[in-house]
Every structure is written in structure tokens, then in C-alpha cells.
T-cell receptor
Framework: GQQLNQSPQSMFIQEGEDVSMNCTSSSIFNTWLWYKQDPGEGPVLLIA?????ELTSNGRLTAQFGITRKDSFLNISASIPSDVGIYFC???????????FGAGTRLFVKA | NAGVTQTPKFRVLKTGQSMTLLCAQDMNHEYMYWYRQDPGMGLRLIHYSVGEGTTAKGEVPDGYNVSRLKKQNFLLGLESAAPSQTSVYFC????????????FGSGTRLTVV
């Protein structure tokens, strides 16, 4: 079945550093979604991507839909302490009603 | 708007007890979902519904039942709780077409002792 592999699993960075994470699959996805989960809360949608090659920004966050449609990337510039959390990639399951989620990248930011 | 509201936020159950987790959404979304989140396991789909009166099994449905009698509500039941069901449970909803993403509730933290 369709699966999403996120890397890295966790990241420890200094405040002000830039962050990059990615999500890959052996299957093609037509939509890529990126969520952030703050500690003790539910995931919140950050960015949605709908077209191969698309680059979309949301403040300091930028996500890209890979050309092969089998991967996506999320970058965070000039990280701040409130960027701490788990970042999930996700994509609607082809031909179904479900969305596939990656296992998440856990981000720690040291002030 | 409240979005997706889950009750209760915390609960401790004894093995063998039953309970119902409530999820309500006020966005007129067609699709609703129940996930569980365990350390290192990500989000795993338990059951979902594509409309009022419909339900379907997800990846990990055993030990759970669901009902969607009204469009805005999706209930998750545990008939006989087991320690393996200790987890954080999230409800989510989406409009027709999942490409717009889900709105999640803030979760229910359940401990079974």
C-alpha cells in the first residue's frame, strides 16, 4: 500500500538556524499536505501542494511538491522556539477516502 | 467557530470498562475520522465515515466501534478497554475531497490501567 517516509525522525537545532525535512514515497501522490502538531494539541494544516514542482510559502515555512510526485520538502527559515513540535507530511490515498500520514519529524529548538 | 471538539480531554479507565469518546464538528464537513497516536507510531486510522449513517474500518479497528447518527457527530466506543488501548485519540473532519486537508480536535488522552 501507499506509505510515506519522513526524515529525519528528529532534529535538534539552535534558534535562528534553517531547517529542512523531507517526505518520500514509492507511490505517486497528487496532493501533498504538511501539518504541525504542537505539544498536547492536534495537528494543524500548514501548507497544501497540488501541482508537481509547486513551491508554496506560509511565513517562514516553504514547501515544495517534488517533480516526480513521489516526494515533498519542507523548509523553515530562521527557526524560533515556538517552531518546536512534530511535523507530518500527508497525502490523500489514491482512489479512497483516507489520507496517509508520515510518522513525523520531531523538531527541538534551543534558545 | 469551534471547529472540532472532543470530549473528554482526559480519562482513566480500568481494564474491562467501557466508554464513548465524543467528537463534534460545526463546519458541515462530510468526512470524519478517528485516529490514535502512540509514541513512535505516528497517526493510525481506527475508523472513518464518509457521511451521516456510514462508517468504515481503518488500519486498527479491533476493539473499537463507531457511530455517525448525525452529520456533525462521530462517536468512538470502547466496549471492553484493554491496556493496549492506552493512547491519545484524535478526531478529524474534512469536506468532500480530502485535498483540502483535515481539521483535527485537540485530542483525548486515555489511560487504561
Amino acid at each position: 500500500g501507499q506509505q510515506l517516509n519522513q526524515s529525519p525522525q528528529s532534529m535538534f537545532i539552535q534558534e535562528g538556524e534553517d531547517v529542512s525535512m523531507n517526505c518520500t514515497s514509492s507511490s505517486i501522490f497528487n496532493t501533498w499536505l504538511w501539518y504541525k502538531q504542537d505539544p498536547g494539541e492536534g495537528p494543524v494544516l500548514l501548507i497544501a501542494l497540488y501541482k508537481a514542482g509547486e513551491l508554496t510559502s506560509n511565513g517562514r515555512l516553504t514547501a515544495q511538491f517534488g517533480i516526480t510526485r513521489k516526494d515533498s520538502f519542507l523548509n523553515i527559515s530562521a527557526s524560533i522556539p515556538s517552531d518546536v513540535g512534530i511535523y507530518f507530511c500527508a497525502g490523500p490515498h489514491t482512489g479512497g477516502f483516507k489520507t496517509i500520514f508520515g510518522a513525523g519529524t520531531r523538531l527541538f529548538v534551543k534558545a | 467557530n469551534a471547529g472540532v471538539t472532543q470530549t473528554p480531554k482526559f480519562r482513566v479507565l480500568k481494564t474491562g470498562q467501557s466508554m464513548t469518546l465524543l467528537c463534534a464538528q460545526d463546519m458541515n464537513h462530510e468526512y470524519m475520522y478517528w485516529y490514535r497516536q502512540d509514541p513512535g507510531m505516528g497517526l493510525r486510522l481506527i475508523h472513518y465515515s464518509v457521511g451521516e449513517g456510514t462508517t468504515a474500518k481503518g488500519e486498527v479497528p479491533d476493539g473499537y466501534n463507531v457511530s455517525r447518527l448525525k452529520k456533525q457527530n462521530f462517536l468512538l466506543g470502547l466496549e471492553s478497554a484493554a491496556p493496549s488501548q492506552t493512547s491519545v485519540y484524535f478526531c478529524a473532519s474534512s469536506p468532500l475531497g480530502q485535498i483540502y486537508g483535515y481539521t483535527f480536535g485537540s485530542g483525548t488522552r486515555l489511560t487504561v490501567v
